[in-house]
C-alpha cells in the first residue's frame, strides 16, 4: 500500500505539471497561429484548470471503474466549497462580487439541481451524459457569445508571456497531454488498489483521495487570490470549477461506462454538495443585501460540514 501511496502523490504531480505544460503549449501554439486571447481564455485555459479532474474520471470510465468517477466529481465539489472556499474565507472575509450574485451562482444551483434529477433513478447512462454534454455547450455559447459582444478580454498582460516556437509549443503540448494520460491511469490504479486493501468501495476513494488531489489547484489558487486580495476570483474560481466538474467530468462515465451507482453516492454525497451549494449561495446572497462578507464564522461553518460529512461517511464504511 505504501508504493500505491507513492504511486498516487507521483499521479498527483504529473497531472498538475501536464495540466501546467499542455496549457503554455496550446496557449503558445495559439498565439503563433494568430488566435486572440479571448479564444484561449475561454477554451484552452478553462479546459486545463478542470484537466486532473476531466482525465482522471475519463480513464476511471474507460477502466470501468465509473463510480471513481463519480465520486471525484462530486466529492471535488464537496471540498472546493468545504475546504478551499472555507479556508479562504477564514484567511480573510470574503465580498462576492454582483456578477457572481446575479449569474454564476445561478448557474451552480442550475446544474446542480439538474445533475441531482439525472442521478435520482441511480443510473448513469448515455441519455444522461449527452444532457450534460449539451448543457456544457450551451453555456459555453452563451459564455462566448456575451465575451464578444463586450469585447471583454480575459485578464492578463501579453507582455508577461514568454514566447515560444511553434516547434517548442507542440512538444510542450505533447508532452502535458501525455503527462496528464499516463498520470491519470497510475492514479486511479494506485486508487483503486487502496480501495482493495482497504475494503472500502472506489466510490469513496473517489471521493476523499481522488478528490482532495484533483482539487489541489483551486486550493492553492484561491488561497492565493485571497492573499492578495482578490476576493471574486476566488470564489469565482470555485464556482466555476464546480460547474464544470458536473458538466465536463460526469458524461464521461455515462459515455465510457454506463451503469448503475451506488445509491449513497446520491443519498450522502450529492446531499451534502446541494447543501453546501446551497449553503454557499444563502451566504452570497445574504452578505449582499446585508453589505457583509462571506464572513469568518462562515468560512468556519464550511469547514465542520465537511469533517463531519467526511467522519460519517468513513463511519459508514466501516459498521
Known sequence: MFLDAVIIVLGFIGLIWGADKFVFGASALARNMGVSPLMIGLTIVAFGTSAPEIFSSAISALNGKPELAVGNAIGSNIFNVGVALGIAAVISPLRPPDSLINKEIPALLLVTLITGALLFDLFLGVFDAVILIIITLYFGYRLFRKKVKTG????????????ASNVQAAAYLLLGLVLLVLSAQALVAAASSIA?????SAAVVGLTIVALGTSLPELAA?????????HDLAIGNIVGSN???????????????????????????????LLLTFLLAYFCYSGIKKGKMISRLNGVTFLAMYCGWFAFMLFQEHV
Open 152 to 163: 471583454s478580454t480575459p485578464t492578463g498582460n501579453d507582455d508577461d508571456f514568454n514566447p
Open 196 to 200: 482493495e486493501t482497504l475494503g472500502v
Open 222 to 230: 484561491s488561497i492565493t487570490c485571497v492573499l492578495k486580495g482578490h
Open 243 to 273: 460547474i464544470l466538474n458536473l458538466l465536463a467530468v460526469l458524461p464521461f462515465p455515462g459515455l465510457f461506462s454506463p451503469g448503475l451507482i451506488e445509491p449513497a453516492l446520491l443519498y450522502r454525497d450529492y446531499t451534502m454538495m
